[in-house]
């Protein structure tokens, strides 16, 4: 059964929809809510309303509606909130007189088919949304909720149930969902606790409430959308707490539908077992069931420390796709990524491929047409893009803090670091060295900082002039120049269609005092950033330079969940909930396909000396 979408009830922030409504609704989209349900317009037009909800790709799922505002003004009530999009609108409450035994209570009742009437010329449903005391018992012992249920046909009022009210109230909600099975196209979730005597409000997961329970039964029970409302906040801030609330529905939401993945791995080596295994492991959702290595010891050894006892071990890669497997690790050596993922994703297998995506550019594209074609998620392992510094300054770039990006350095230099071990030299296997190694990182994050895909043209330098020194001072010891048949550094001059300009550095040995390493610095309109220590923000404020240092230690950034993760960690928890819920890639292949297109051609520019256009 698909999850519930998730809404936000804007009362719950109504002082920040009042001061901001575009910017809350931005917020709360970014926290995860894809609808919301309005508590009125907060001094705007319906237009404008609507177009902040779309502008914030929110859905306006319902609105709570007095009952005075119809009885004042019908047609023009539900005229605005049919220009919203709302297919729901909801009585949120009737004052004492208009219950049961109450002197307006018929009144109500000759009134409510009315709105229903109007509602329904317009595409939309009434309901009714509850709070405690309508769990107060008439003479005749029915709860007024029911009674006002009983006296209204479904068919003109429908209910939205407010599961924590009916909860104070000393109802189980559960067995009220139940009873109402059908009517409840709408379901209020909200937490409390009980101090003495007072009933508290508090983010979801931090009260009384049976929260698991209360999801499934609202979905067995015909829900379409849960809403999430907290009316105050004696604990923490309104923002705090609905993104508290919407994180824990969410894990909730994947405990619920949590499924093992069956992983195969080619590739046991360096990568394997510094990176991914490790985090594969720590995530806890995969089960390794087969490996497969040229060197079948290596093989064995994986499997041996993070395989099932009964994965099976290959030498050769067509085998093991035709495993019963969910998804491929590509961890092999560059010139076998495409083979390789071509193969699992023909096989009806998701795939995980390292960086960079191929070999060549040729190879690349083929992998993406491959995953086109047979509609298998492939994702290439650019796990710097997680990182805490990354995330923050991907969010300012978004939100336009740093304006039009039209200049950007991509950073990948060691002094002395070549790496001597597997086939890092070997230009046959990997296609090239530090730019193709750890040049594409850089390049990767910088381009997608900047949200450029569209290169014009690139002019590149590639040399070989420290490879054949002795007593060389590397980082892993001296390295064979025999076997070093690569560059040892590499630059890039990218112009983009829309005029912006990036270098590219690359180098695993330069006599350069200057080494980053996955990092970059943008150059905008408005502002300008770098990672060199630690993130970095320049920018002119009050007509002062001045440079900001966003403290990155407690996470809270897209990804984070408020606790710091490891970017390896946090790169398979994307891609199991990618393939286990649906949830968006964070490495789209079609970027990483242009980010080999570029190292490719910088490559072409320097054996042939000229500049490489593209179409």
């Not at 009964?310 to 076998?336: H, S």
């Not at 969010?395 to 070549?418: F, M, P, Q, T």
């Not at 970095?536 to 403290?551: H, M």
Request: net charge negative; aromatic share 8%.
């Amino acid at each position: 059964m698909k999850a519930l979408p998730i809404a936000a009830q804007v009362y719950s922030v109504r002082q920040e929809a009042e001061a901001d409504f575009a910017g809350t609704m931005k917020r709360l989209a970014e926290m995860g809510y894809e609808g919301v349900e309005l508590a009125g317009l907060y001094d705007k037009t319906p237009a404008q309303i609507r177009e902040a909800l779309e502008d914030a790709g929110l859905k306006a799922v319902s609105a709570h509606v007095p009952i005075e505002a119809f009885l004042e003004d019908l047609e023009g009530t539900l005229d605005a909130y049919q220009l919203l999009g709302c297919q729901w609108v909801a009585i949120p409450w009737l004052a004492q007189e208009r219950r049961f035994g109450g002197e307006k209570y018929r009144e109500t009742l000759d009134f409510l088919p009315k709105i229903a009437e109007g509602c329904r010329r317009r595409g939309m449903t009434l309901l009714y949304h509850n709070h405690d005391f309508e769990f107060e018992k008439t003479p005749d012992g029915e709860y007024h909720l029911n009674r006002l249920y009983r006296d209204v046909p479904d068919s003109v009022l429908g209910a939205e149930p407010d599961t924590c009210w009916i909860r104070v109230a000393g109802v189980d909600p559960d067995a009220w969902l139940e009873e109402h099975k059908g009517r409840c196209p709408l379901v209020h979730i909200k937490d409390y606790r009980r101090e003495g005597a007072d009933v508290v409000l508090v983010a979801l997961g931090e009260g009384e409430q049976k929260l698991p329970r209360l999801v499934r039964t609202a979905q067995e029970c015909g829900a379409q959308w849960l809403i999430v409302e907290q009316d105050d906040h004696p604990y923490g801030t309104p923002m705090e707490n609905m993104e508290k609330s919407i994180r824990y529905l969410k894990e909730e939401r994947n405990r619920e539908t949590m499924k093992k993945l069956r992983a195969g791995i080619v590739g046991c080596g360096g990568i394997a077992n510094g990176k991914h295994l490790p985090a594969i492991k720590k995530n806890g959702n995969f089960e390794l069931v087969a490996f497969c290595d040229l060197i079948r010891e290596r093989a064995e050894k994986a499997k041996a420390e993070y395989g099932t006892t009964d994965a099976r071990i290959y030498t050769d890669y067509e085998e093991l796709v035709k495993e019963d497997l969910d998804v491929v690790y590509v961890l092999t050596p560059n010139n076998a990524h495409a083979p390789v993922s071509i193969a699992a994703m023909k096989a009806g297998k998701h795939v995980m491929c390292e960086k960079p995506m191929a070999k060549t550019y040729a190879e690349a594209k083929a992998m993406v047409e491959t995953a086109k074609q047979t509609g298998k998620i492939l994702t290439i392992g650019y796990q710097n893009r997680y990182r805490a510094d990354s995330q923050y300054l991907k969010k300012a770039c978004e939100n336009g803090d740093l304006g039009e990006v039209y200049y950007a350095k991509a950073h990948a230099i060691r002094r002395r670091a070549v790496p001597t071990w597997g086939v890092f030299l070997d230009e046959e296997k990997q296609g090239g060295g530090p730019l193709i190694d750890i040049g594409t990182h850089a390049l990767d994050l910088t381009l997608w900082m900047m949200d450029n895909y569209e290169p014009e043209s690139v002019t590149g330098s590639v040399f070989r002039k420290l490879a054949d020194q002795k007593d060389t001072g590397n980082a892993w010891g001296d390295w064979d120049p025999e076997k070093f048949t690569v560059e040892d550094s590499a630059f890039g001059f990218i112009k983009m269609k829309n005029g912006a300009t990036i270098v590219l550095e690359a180098s695993w040995a330069l006599n350069s005092l200057e080494v980053d390493e996955a990092k970059t610095s943008l150059c905008g309109t408005k502002a300008g950033a770098d990672m060199k220590d630690g993130l970095r923000i320049n920018r002119v404020n009050y007509g002062r330079q001045c440079v900001e240092k966003p403290d990155l230690n407690a996470g809270g950034v897209a990804f984070f969940d408020g606790v710091e993760e490891k970017a390896d960690d946090v790169e398979q928890r994307v891609f199991y909930n990618a393939v286990v819920n649906g949830d968006p890639l964070t490495v789209e292949p079609e970027q990483a396909l242009v980010v080999t297109q570029l190292l490719e051609a910088i490559y072409t520019s320097a054996k042939t000396g000229k500049t490489v256009y593209f179409d």
